[in-house]
């Protein structure tokens, strides 16, 4: 006897759709305002009509299957249908959440501007923001957009340069009305420094500092970019910073300069989003800028 399935729902395709950007349940479920249990039930609805798994569990995160695979098109047409519904969006398809994982620094001197002109573009574009700044993850994150400092090795994922930077050593006035200005590295023994503390991060670019810095007198470290600034411009000490975020502050030590870079890491699920796409441009230098 032929018993006959339920039929396809379009809640439970877009929450396959989410999880396959996401890769995982809790992130799949914040992006839709629902519960880590609504995601998990229309999973287990829409398998139980299609007859087939249609995800797998993988140490990055939960991964299409084959069948899996032919039902992306259909939702994303179901998801853009959904998107054209609202008549007054100035562009019908740049719509929902792009979830975003950047450096401290990176958000406030770079992205909030940049994402705040794309919203104001695009009305119906929600942007979800974590800063941290670590090296890439080999585990699917539940972001859809990693933003880390140095070029990522990672597999499953396809990766962008967004800018290049530099580091530099700066002091607030009041700091060197009190304190010699160091011409050198080797200066920095009768100085405070500020900076990340050594093995902190597991970025190597940023610790590569590490290799020509002397033991210094003091230190205020901290995993906050924006701490270093703060506390530099209160003359705590002599702080290694972007240069980007050394306005109001002199730069020491002239000769010393670490460059460094910016990139994304997008998963190819994500990077099918039209908002996905136009965030990454948002964040992007063109070339010979």
Not at 2 to 31: C, I
Not at 172 to 199: F, G, K, M, N, V
Not at 262 to 280: C, D, G, H, S
Request: hydrophobic share 40%; aromatic share 6%; charged share 20%.
């Amino acid at each position: 006897m032929n018993v006959s399935r339920p039929p396809v729902s379009p809640d439970d395709l877009l929450a396959l759709l989410a999880v396959s950007r996401l890769g995982k349940y809790t992130a799949a479920a914040a992006s839709m305002g629902v519960t880590h249990t609504t995601v998990s039930r229309r999973i287990a609805n829409l398998e139980k009509a299609i007859g087939e798994t249609l995800l797998t569990a993988t140490p990055d995160g939960w991964e299409l299957s084959a069948a899996g695979r032919r039902l992306m098109p259909g939702a994303e047409m179901i998801e853009k249908a959904l998107g054209s519904i609202q008549a007054d969006a100035p562009d019908t398809s740049m719509y929902g959440n792009v979830r975003i994982a950047c450096p401290e620094a990176f958000a406030m001197f770079y992205a909030v501007d940049a994402l705040a002109q794309l919203q104001a573009e695009h009305k119906r574009l929600n942007i979800e923001m974590t800063t941290s700044t670590q090296r890439a993850r080999q585990h699917r994150s539940g972001f859809d957009v990693e933003i880390v400092v140095e070029k990522p090795d990672v597999s499953n994922a396809t990766v962008h340069h967004l800018r290049p930077y530099e580091l530099g050593f700066y002091a607030s006035e009041s700091y060197l009305s009190t304190a010699q200005a160091p011409q050198t590295t080797e200066d920095l023994r009768a100085h405070r420094l500020i900076y990340y503390a050594e093995h902190s991060l597991g970025v190597a670019s940023l610790e590569s500092a590490w290799n020509v810095l002397p033991e210094p007198a003091g230190h205020f470290y901290s995993n906050s970019a924006l701490a270093h600034v703060q506390s530099c411009r209160r003359g705590v000490g002599v702080a290694l910073l972007p240069t980007f975020a050394g306005e109001g502050l002199t730069r020491v030590i002239p000769d010393f300069s670490l460059p460094v870079h910016y990139w994304a890491v997008v998963r190819p699920e994500a990077l099918r989003r039209t908002a996905v796409q136009a965030v990454v441009r948002a964040l992007t230098v063109p070339d010979g800028e």
